[in-house]
């Protein structure tokens, strides 16, 4: 049987590929209070603003692919069971050929109803207030905001529980929960955590690799064979 590697991913996973992440100092909230276009708040007080946030971010997926520390990933699978645990809202790990991904915070590519969060559509176009669900009701980004819950973390850490190998790539670790789920793989399994600027860990099982992701990964894959 494959052992299983669970994967955690976060902006700096597809910075490379050149996707503007949220959290640096160029990066997407510049310009732009973090309330007012991530938050249901924001979007009450101004929808067209959020909605033209998200449309931009939206484009701009469709003028970057995947960098080799994805195709990287999507490669483990031959010898590995593979799932990703995403925080990115990308679809530049499904590109690569990743088949197993859970995208924690949403997906650019995806709508919903303002009425059923349940009710989800694919969606490549612009999105503008009129477009609407089956049931007469305004679509959103399927983003989470901030202040919202995170419907697919219990999954996240039943998941994690089960790694027989925990990646950690292009992440702080810092912001919770996503930051929680590396503590629900057991205390022996190897972890391995490839940032530029790792928060580091002294725990014993962990391999720090500080270089960005498409280096960090071919480390990696030295070490594991």
Known sequence: ????????????????????????AGGLW??????????????KANPELVLDFYNQRRRQLF???PNSAHIDLAKLEVNYNVTIVTQNVDDLHERAGSSNILHLHGELLKVRSTYDENDILEWKKDLVLGDLCNKGYQLRPHIVWFGEDLPLISKAMEICETADILLIIGTS??????AGLMYYVNEETPIYYIDPNPALSNKSNVTVISKPATIGMKEMINLLD
């Not at 670790?173 to 996503?178: E, F, G, I, L």
């Open 1 to 24: 049987m494959k052992k299983h590697i669970v994967v955690l991913t976060g902006a700096g996973m597809s910075a490379e590929s050149g996707v503007k992440t949220f959290r640096d």
């Open 30 to 43: 510049e310009g732009h209070d973090v309330m007012e276009v991530a938050s249901s708040q924001g979007y």
């Open 63 to 65: 003028e970057v692919e």
């Open 173 to 178: 670790m810092q912001v919770y929960p996503a």
